[in-house]
């Protein structure tokens, strides 16, 4: 990144990506990497997301002819991930679990993958972990013990279950 000179938003959402990487030790493919770094510049100044509700879009998309459809589906993953990543907590606001973010915008990416080694298709299998990224953004955890519990054992999430560890000082079982 030999480009990336100044504190630019996409060197500040880089830096910001590589040390999420690193408190959840997960390492993302570049693919992966620079997708994630691209849906937070598009959404980092577009507050009426908050306002969305994701299962009303995914309906509307799926009646939608193919081209504006993909495009639908693609923004419903995309907000699901931001939701689930950066603001779990509007789960319980909304009266849903996190479960709901990532099952819906898993199925919204898998809708619009085109075979099993696309982008959307991998993005549909590394929900969960990019979701653990982003979530991993803030240095400090965002989750309550029983969060955590939550996303480790009904998500499989890896950072769920380290701060888990943080919390209990032991190793939870199911």
């Known amino acids: 990144m030999a480009l990336l000179l100044s504190e630019t938003p996409l060197y500040l959402w880089h830096e910001a990506v590589k040390n999420a990487e690193n408190r959840c030790a ?13 849906l937070l510049m598009r959404y ?4 009426e997301m ?3 509700v994701f299962a009303k879009s995914y309906l509307e998309a799926m009646q ?4 504006i459809r ?14 689930a990543g950066l603001f779990p907590q509007q789960a319980e606001k909304r009266h849903v679990t996190i479960t709901y973010f990532v099952d819906l915008g898993r199925a919204a ?7 099993a080694n696309d982008l959307f ?3 549909s299998m590394q929900f969960v972990a990019l979701m653990d990224v982003l979530q991993s953004i803030p240095e400090k955890p965002v989750l309550l013990p029983l969060e955590a519990y939550d996303q480790w054992e009904k998500l499989g999430s ?10 209990t000082k032991g190793f939870p079982t199911r």
């Open 26 to 38: 997960i390492t993302l493919d570049d693919e992966l990497e620079a997708y994630l770094i691209s």
């Open 44 to 47: 980092s100044n577009k507050p």
């Open 50 to 52: 908050a306002q969305q």
């Open 64 to 67: 939608q002819q193919e081209k």
């Open 70 to 83: 993909n495009v639908s589906l693609q923004n419903v993953g995309d907000q699901c991930l931001l939701f």
């Open 109 to 115: 990416y898998s809708t619009i993958s085109r075979t």
């Open 121 to 123: 298709w991998i993005l």
């Open 158 to 167: 890896k950072r769920a279950l380290q701060i888990l560890k943080q919390y």
